[in-house]
């Protein structure tokens, strides 16, 4: 059974930074590209980042979060990193990661930003950051 587990959520001040993780187990596919996804409350959940199978040299960001949000992954492709600096009250949100199966190498380098082409989804991991 596949298993999204995000961790390093909390509270931080406004200007602070944090780092998520996102480990992926229990799969048997070999490639997959990841997102980063947050819903506020009363909000629609949005797309904040994504990042290909072949990794940091491909990655895409929301306005909201660009320059400030880097989604990265290492060599072992697991787990997936949320780097979020200069947080700011408005990113108070659950954050989750999820992951698209891929199923060519013509597809390393792809990004998603769309909720609908994720295939798995963590639990969500709570982001607070006070003024």
């Known amino acids: 059974q596949v298993q999204l587990v995000e961790s390093g959520g909390g509270l931080v001040q406004a200007g602070g930074s944090l780092r998520l993780s996102c480990r992926v187990s229990?799969?048997?596919?070999?490639?997959?590209?990841m997102g980063w996804f947050r819903q506020a409350p009363g909000r629609e959940r949005e797309f904040v980042a994504s990042?290909?199978?072949?990794?940091?040299?491909?990655?895409v960001y929301s306005d909201s979060v660009k320059g400030r949000f880097t989604a990265s992954r290492d060599n072992a492709k697991n787990p997936v990193y949320l780097q979020m600096n200069s947080l700011k009250p408005e990113d108070k949100a659950v954050y989750y990661c999820?992951?698209?199966?891929?199923?060519?190498?013509?597809?390393?380098?792809?990004?998603?930003?769309?909720?609908?082409?994720?295939?798995?989804w963590g639990q969500g991991t709570q982001v607070t950051v006070s003024s």
């Open positions: 229990g799969h048997t596919f070999s490639m997959y590209a």
């Open positions: 990042i290909s199978w072949s990794g940091s040299k491909s990655t």
């Open positions: 999820a992951a698209v199966v891929l199923y060519s190498d013509e597809d390393a380098q792809s990004t998603f930003t769309r909720a609908r082409d994720y295939d798995y």
